[in-house]
């Protein structure tokens, strides 16, 4: 069965309440995969995430980047909360650096084995990790935003294994944003790989988006197929 609890952390004054999940079928430690969210907070939108990750047999942390009950009541809240934290990319990773540290301390989680998957505003998280050269195993990017860090980090070698998920039509990274990536990925010696879904904007995962003329619309077939390309990924970073 799988089972459901928050999650809290803490560091420098700040709480951060986050949602764990995990098969209690399964014995012993597991492969850690954390789930960063979109920009309204975290959600039950991540928390379905974790749940079908631990039902892949992975201990999944939805977690929280805002800070304990700031979650955004609309678009304008949203706005807000994100850009208190993505202004300031150092401050931004050492938030996901917190929940990254705090859930390899949990019973279940095998430190060794660690991913981070994340959703547009979630999605520059999960590359920020990886860009920060942390020794991980794998990033992976849904419909993201795709901007550097600009933190000296950048100089070396990207040490997670990437995997960015895109909509060609998406208006929050254009294409060019997209090859932009590459070329950054390439010059840190990063091992990744690039699924770009013609016919696909942003926020292609989340049913809710209905807002075509601002290039946002859910596609099934895009999540469906993102979502395969994310298990068989994590599959072949966590065996190695």
């Not at 590359?127 to 794998?138: C, I, P, V, Y």
Request: hydrophobic share 40%; charged share 25%.
């Amino acid at each position: 069965m799988i089972q459901t609890n928050n999650f809290s952390y803490a560091d420098d004054g700040q709480s951060y309440s986050g949602i764990v999940a995990h098969d209690d079928s399964i014995r012993g430690k597991r492969p850690v995969v954390l789930v960063a969210h979109t920009w309204a907070g975290q959600s039950q939108f991540e928390t379905d995430k974790a749940i079908e990750l631990a039902k892949r047999g992975y201990l999944a942390l939805a977690m929280d980047l805002y800070g304990e009950g700031k979650r955004a009541k609309d678009n304008t809240e949203a706005e807000e909360l994100m850009n208190q934290v993505a202004t300031d990319r150092q401050k931004l990773l050492d938030r996901i650096m917190l929940a990254f540290n705090s859930i390899k301390g949990h019973d279940l989680a095998d430190p060794e084995k660690v991913g981070i998957i994340g959703f547009c505003f979630g999605g520059k998280c999960a590359l920020d990790l990886a860009r920060s050269g942390t020794d991980f195993k794998g990033a992976v990017s849904f419909h993201g935003l795709l901007d550097p860090n600009g933190l000296e980090q950048e100089e070396e070698d990207i040490k997670a294994k990437v995997l960015v998920l895109h909509g060609w039509e998406d208006p929050m990274a254009f294409p060019k944003d997209v090859v932009s990536l590459g070329y950054e990925l390439t010059d840190r010696n990063a091992v990744w790989e690039m699924d770009v879904f013609g016919g696909t904007g942003h926020a292609f995962t989340n049913p809710n988006a209905h807002a075509p003329d601002d290039g946002m619309i859910y596609s099934p077939l895009a999540t469906d197929r993102s979502w395969l390309r994310m298990l068989n990924f994590f599959e072949e970073v966590f065996a190695d």
